[in-house]
T-cell receptor, first 114, second 112 residues
Framework: SAVISQKPSRDICQRGTSLTIQCQVD?????MFWYRQQPGQSLTLIAT?????????ESGFVIDKFPISRPNLTFSTLTVSNMSPEDSSIYLC???????????FGPGTRLTVL | GENVEQHPSTLSVQEGDSAVIKCTYS??????FPWYKQELGKRPQLIID?????GEKKDQRIAVTLNKTAKHFSLHITETQPEDSAVYFC???????????FGDGTTLTVKP
């Protein structure tokens, strides 16, 4: 499976600021996704990061709040903008790979907003 | 869109017993059903998966069954061990391969 890294692994941020999370994969992948996991909750898909075009957002998530970049087939960023305490979560990138498009996750970024 | 329901939310078993977690899905177009194990503070790890053209799949102590007609699938863990204790998530995906809808998770505790 692909080796996926994320930066930062964790951060504590002030309300109203923005944080950009990076996701790097060690091989080219067609599909990259960003998920949010709120404390004690399941995973919720934020958006699909498309290479060469705008990201596709799920219901309840908008580009102004979660702008995404996908400059190439191995890298993507997610920005959490104008943060509030409700944005405190783990943010995970994932990739689809293999014949069955199995999904593998990065280690996550634990964000705390004060 | 797809909706995945998972039961039970918590499950406690004695070491050596079996554990069963059940999920239902709503979208008949879904065709791929993975299961993930998430230990505290770690990322979800794919442990087993099944395609809609298969009814059952087994990998050592874990197995997954799928009833496509009834739109439900289950995870079976036999001879449970304390290290099986974790949160387990089922998921379903369809035409958008790799894009999954997750169940709410089951916290499994295996008592030694």
């Amino acid at each position: 499976s692909a080796v996926i890294s994320q930066k930062p692994s964790r951060d504590i941020c002030q309300r109203g600021t923005s944080l950009t999370i990076q996701c790097q994969v060690d091989s080219q992948v067609t599909m990259m996704f960003w998920y949010r996991q709120q404390p004690g909750q399941s995973l919720t898909l934020i958006a699909t990061a498309n290479q060469g075009s705008e990201a596709t957002y799920e219901s309840g998530f908008v580009i102004d709040k979660f702008p995404i970049s996908r400059p190439n087939l191995t890298f993507s960023t997610l920005t959490v903008s104008n943060m509030s305490p409700e944005d405190s979560s783990i943010y995970l990138c994932s990739v689809g790979q293999g014949f069955l498009n199995e999904q593998f996750f990065g280690p996550g970024t634990r964000l705390t907003v004060l | 869109g797809e909706n995945v329901e998972q039961h039970p939310s918590t499950l406690s078993v004695q070491e050596g017993d079996s554990a069963v977690i059940k999920c239902t899905y709503s979208d008949s177009a879904s065709n791929y059903f993975p299961w993930y194990k998430q230990e505290l503070g770690k990322r979800p790890q794919l442990i087993i998966d099944i395609r809609s053209n298969v009814g059952e799949k087994k990998d050592q102590r874990i197995a997954v069954t799928l009833n496509k007609t009834a739109k439900h699938f289950s995870l079976h863990i036999t001879e449970t061990q304390p290290e099986d204790s974790a949160v387990y998530f089922c998921a379903a995906s369809g035409a958008d391969a790799g894009k999954s809808t997750f169940g709410d998770g089951t916290t499994l505790t295996v008592k030694p």
